[in-house]
């Protein structure tokens, strides 16, 4: 059976640890967690002594040329050998660069470009993270709004050529293939979105995927144009639970997680999304 | 570093960070493309959604830190200065919880906040009980404060819980907090503080897991500095003659601001 977990965020802090519901698995932002000590490690070792915690981070920026962060990565390792995770995530994006001579975070998820150069980064930086935590990392494929003229290649052989050289596995974010083939049929293209998707994860050879990401996003249309958003605030739609379906037929069972980030709703909502994840499978 | 890559990323940095839409574009110019069949139309509206997650997260991670400011300031001001601030001063980390430190100096010289000057105070105290929740854990001692009645004070030194610090600000920045954040003092208590300019020296520290401040006791803020800084309880007090040790060594025992006492290994008093 897939195992089915949830992103575990603020609002849900103390109910989910007095209501202890029937979960696979929480994950977690792994900078929500940084620190030597405090309220928040204190309720997330809580948590592990109920449930498996995966660590998703949002702050590596793996794709980045300027390198990770020292800093960073040991707050990680410090964080890792407290939770003693199921999984570690981050994402295949860039976000540390040179902006007026200093080095800044733009704090995002940030494309990269699918070629060489940028392979040799991200291989770089992903195997340097996973020599310091002694553990395979497990990498996300974005939602990019933009892409680079420098790509000349697509990004499921991108990613699992990474895959191949470093050891990582990948995190497939169904949501995300989807709100590109979105934004890619608003731009012009033909492709029906849903086969877009499966074609794309037709491309990811099986055994290399480690946990699928379910979501909800927006829609949003304006006097400067029209845009899919990967805003984490909606139910998942039954396009993404069809994309997930067919990523669990090809790479599973593998662990899917609900994500909600923006106006979280209740935790039973949550809980039921996570219901239908299994469902769904 | 690789060239071409660190290129293309300090473009999209850069038109990110660009004050208008139309140099961010320009940054951009033969480097990034629209996704799909795009055209340039689809590449400027990607690049406005990117920058409108800056502008969002901006007033959202700092309200996180700095409660009091930003209701002090109403949604519409804190968050223009937000923005301001992402523009002037971007997030260098990863964790965006550590973003805000040069927030209390950028408002001391923010021309639109100049006849708000107990704000930046304020920043600077809301930043330090922000930094406060992420210190490390300790825990009471109590069996160790039997060396206060066995050893001399020259031989002995006070922990104090990690990362304590005094501020001193010529507002009323503890009353102030504490009416917005407790309501005691009452709001129109801490006006009247403010209308008088009653200074008032902050005193923070981790109660268990939660960060505290309270106006410190007179003499305190030199006594908790001397400690911090690895005096002995001797020297310490000598630098504190004001404070009356007496009566603050139980409630701050009680509050956790005090933990233990330890020998002083490296005392240099004779």
Same mark, same amino acid.
């Given at each position: 059976?897939?195992?089915?977990?949830?992103?575990?965020?603020?609002?849900?802090?103390?109910?989910?640890?007095?209501?202890?519901?029937?979960?696979?698995?929480?994950?977690?932002?792994?900078?929500?967690?940084?620190? /030597? +000590?405090g309220?928040?490690?204190?309720?997330?070792?809580?948590?592990?002594?109920?449930?498996?915690?995966?660590?998703? +981070?949002?702050?590596?920026?793996?794709?980045?040329?300027?390198?990770?962060?020292?800093?960073?990565?040991?707050?990680?390792?410090?964080?890792?050998?407290?939770?003693?995770?199921?999984?570690?995530?981050?994402?295949? %994006?860039?976000?540390?660069?040179?902006?007026?001579?200093?080095?800044?975070?733009?704090?995002?998820?940030?494309?990269?470009?699918?070629?060489?150069?940028?392979?040799?980064?991200?291989?770089?930086?992903?195997?340097?993270?996973q /020599?310091?935590?002694?553990?395979?990392?497990?990498?996300?494929?974005?939602?990019?709004?933009?892409?680079?003229?420098?790509? /000349?290649?697509?990004?499921?052989e991108?990613?699992?050529?990474?895959?191949?050289?470093? +050891?990582?596995?990948?995190?497939?974010?169904v949501?995300?293939?989807y709100?590109?083939?979105?934004?890619?049929?608003?731009?012009? /293209?033909?492709?029906?979105?849903?086969?877009? %998707?499966?074609?794309?994860?037709?491309?990811i050879?099986?055994?290399?995927?480690?946990?699928?990401?379910?979501?909800?996003?927006?829609?949003?249309?304006?006097?400067h +144009?029209?845009?899919?958003?990967?805003?984490?605030?909606?139910?998942? %739609?039954?396009?993404?639970?069809?994309?997930?379906?067919?990523?669990?037929?090809?790479?599973?069972?593998?662990?899917?997680?609900?994500?909600?980030?923006?106006?979280?709703?209740?935790?039973?909502?949550?809980?039921?999304?996570?219901?239908?994840?299994?469902?769904?499978? | 570093? *690789?060239?071409?890559?660190?290129?293309?990323?300090?473009? =999209?940095?850069?038109?990110?960070?660009?004050?208008?839409?139309?140099?961010?574009?320009?940054? @951009?110019?033969g480097? #990034?493309?629209?996704?799909?069949?795009?055209?340039?139309?689809?590449?400027?509206?990607?690049?406005? #959604?990117?920058?409108?997650?800056?502008?969002? =997260?901006?007033?959202?991670?700092?309200?996180?830190?700095?409660?009091v400011?930003?209701?002090?300031?109403?949604e519409?001001? $804190?968050?223009?200065?937000?923005?301001? $601030?992402?523009?002037?001063? !971007?997030?260098?980390?990863?964790?965006?919880?550590?973003?805000?430190?040069?927030?209390?100096?950028?408002?001391?010289?923010?021309?639109?906040?100049?006849?708000?000057?107990?704000?930046?105070d304020?920043?600077?105290?809301?930043? *330090?009980?922000?930094?406060?929740?992420?210190?490390?854990?300790?825990?009471?001692?109590l069996?160790?404060?039997?060396?206060?009645?066995?050893?001399? !004070?020259a031989?002995?030194?006070?922990?104090?819980?990690?990362?304590?610090?005094?501020?001193?600000?010529?507002?009323?920045?503890?009353?102030?907090?504490?009416a917005?954040?407790?309501?005691?003092?009452?709001?129109?208590?801490?006006?009247? =503080? @403010?209308?008088?300019?009653?200074?008032e *020296?902050?005193?923070?520290?981790?109660?268990?897991?939660?960060?505290?401040?309270?106006?410190?006791? *007179?003499?305190?803020?030199?006594?908790?500095?001397?400690?911090?800084?690895?005096?002995?309880?001797?020297?310490? @007090?000598?630098q504190?003659?004001?404070?009356?040790f007496?009566?603050?060594?139980?409630?701050?025992?009680?509050?956790?601001?005090?933990?233990?006492?330890?020998?002083?290994?490296?005392?240099q008093?004779t």
């Amino acid at each position: 059976m897939t195992q089915a977990g949830i992103g575990w965020r603020h609002p849900h802090y103390a109910e989910l640890l007095q209501s202890l519901p029937a979960l696979d698995f929480l994950e977690v932002h792994s900078e929500n967690f940084f620190g /030597d +000590g405090g309220a928040a490690l204190a309720v997330l070792a809580q948590a592990r002594t109920h449930y498996a915690v995966s660590l998703h +981070g949002v702050g590596l920026a793996l794709g980045s040329a300027a390198g990770v962060d020292d800093a960073h990565l040991e707050q990680l390792a410090q964080l890792v050998q407290r939770i003693e995770p199921v999984r570690v995530s981050d994402h295949a %994006c860039f976000a540390r660069g040179s902006l007026g001579g200093n080095t800044i975070h733009a704090a995002d998820l940030l494309p990269i470009p699918f070629n060489d150069e940028a392979l040799a980064v991200l291989c770089a930086n992903v195997q340097r993270v996973q /020599d310091r935590l002694r553990r395979p990392l497990l990498v996300e494929n974005l939602s990019a709004y933009l892409g680079f003229a420098s790509s /000349d290649r697509a990004e499921p052989e991108f990613l699992t050529t990474l895959a191949q050289r470093t +050891g990582c596995q990948l995190l497939v974010d169904v949501n995300n293939i989807y709100v590109n083939a979105l934004n890619a049929r608003i731009a012009g /293209d033909d492709t029906d979105p849903v086969q877009a %998707c499966r074609s794309w994860l037709d491309a990811i050879p099986p055994g290399i995927v480690g946990e699928i990401h379910v979501a909800g996003h927006s829609h949003l249309k304006d006097e400067h +144009g029209e845009i899919v958003i990967d805003d984490h605030g909606a139910r998942v %739609c039954d396009a993404v639970w069809h994309i997930h379906a067919h990523a669990q037929r090809r790479f599973g069972p593998v662990p899917v997680l609900v994500e909600w980030d923006t106006d979280v709703p209740a935790l039973s909502v949550l809980l039921q999304e996570a219901a239908t994840a299994r469902a769904w499978t | 570093m *690789t060239a071409s890559l660190a290129s293309e990323q300090q473009a =999209l940095l850069a038109a990110l960070w660009a004050p208008a839409q139309d140099a961010a574009m320009q940054s @951009l110019a033969g480097v #990034a493309v629209p996704v799909g069949a795009g055209s340039q139309a689809h590449l400027k509206r990607a690049v406005m #959604a990117y920058r409108a997650h800056g502008r969002a =997260l901006a007033p959202r991670a700092l309200a996180a830190a700095f409660p009091v400011l930003a209701q002090l300031l109403d949604e519409e001001n $804190f968050g223009a200065l937000a923005r301001a $601030f992402w523009l002037a001063q !971007p997030p260098t980390l990863g964790d965006i919880a550590q973003w805000g430190a040069g927030l209390a100096e950028f408002v001391r010289h923010a021309p639109q906040l100049v006849d708000e000057p107990y704000l930046a105070d304020v920043a600077q105290v809301e930043w *330090t009980l922000h930094r406060l929740a992420f210190a490390p854990d300790a825990a009471p001692d109590l069996a160790s404060f039997s060396l206060l009645t066995t050893q001399d !004070p020259a031989a002995l030194t006070l922990v104090l819980s990690p990362g304590a610090l005094c501020i001193a600000s010529p507002w009323p920045v503890v009353s102030i907090i504490n009416a917005h954040l407790s309501g005691e003092p009452p709001l129109a208590k801490a006006a009247r =503080l @403010l209308r008088e300019r009653a200074g008032e *020296t902050a005193l923070m520290w981790r109660d268990g897991l939660r960060p505290r401040v309270r106006q410190a006791a *007179t003499g305190e803020a030199a006594f908790v500095a001397a400690l911090q800084g690895g005096a002995s309880l001797l020297d310490a @007090l000598a630098q504190a003659s004001a404070l009356d040790f007496n009566a603050w060594l139980a409630p701050a025992v009680q509050s956790a601001l005090l933990l233990g006492a330890a020998p002083h290994n490296n005392s240099q008093h004779t």
